[in-house]
């Protein structure tokens, strides 16, 4: 069994492609011997971004403080979802995304997904 409070766990920079003002903690990973999980910790300060990627996995991302964009693509048409604290967005695997803190405060949320 694996414990650990978000809290023990340090933020690391993510800076990967054009993300800017990122900070993210993993908190179940494969080196905790999950073979099919991973949880991320995001906080993303004002006008920060992560890079806009597409996985061959899918998310589930709570959203726990502030407010944001996701943008995403419906074929090639661009589409933008507001988000906020509450809201759980669901990914599915090979859907476009990126998380953009468009409001005045930190955006913040956990990053549910699995590894395949």
Same mark, same amino acid.
């Given at each position: 069994?694996? $414990?650990?409070?978000?809290?023990? $766990?340090? #933020?690391?920079?993510?800076?990967?492609?054009?993300?800017?003002?990122?900070?993210?903690?993993?908190? &179940?990973?494969?080196?905790?011997?999950?073979?099919? #999980?991973?949880?991320?910790? =995001?906080? @993303? *300060?004002?006008?920060?971004?992560?890079? #806009?990627?597409?996985?061959?996995? *899918?998310?589930?991302? @709570? $959203? $726990?403080? /502030?407010? /944001?964009?996701v943008?995403?693509?419906?074929g *090639?048409?661009?589409?933008? =979802?507001? &988000?906020?604290? /509450?809201?759980?967005?669901? @990914?599915?695997?090979?859907?476009?995304?990126?998380?953009?803190?468009? /409001?005045?405060e930190?955006? *913040? #949320?956990?990053?549910?997904?699995?590894?395949?």
């Open positions: 069994m694996h $414990v650990v409070n978000t809290a023990d $766990v340090l #933020f690391e920079q993510f800076s990967e492609r054009v993300a800017k003002n990122t900070l993210r903690k993993t908190l &179940v990973s494969d080196k905790d011997g999950s073979k099919l #999980f991973r949880l991320r910790y =995001y906080c @993303i *300060e004002p006008q920060g971004q992560t890079p #806009f990627d597409i996985h061959d996995y *899918e998310h589930v991302v @709570i $959203v $726990v403080r /502030g407010r /944001g964009t943008l995403s693509k419906d *090639e048409t661009p589409r933008l =979802y507001q &988000v906020k604290q /509450g809201d759980v967005i669901y @990914i599915r695997s090979r859907e476009p995304h990126q998380f953009i803190n468009t /409001g005045g930190k955006l *913040e #949320f956990y990053c549910f997904s699995t590894t395949h």
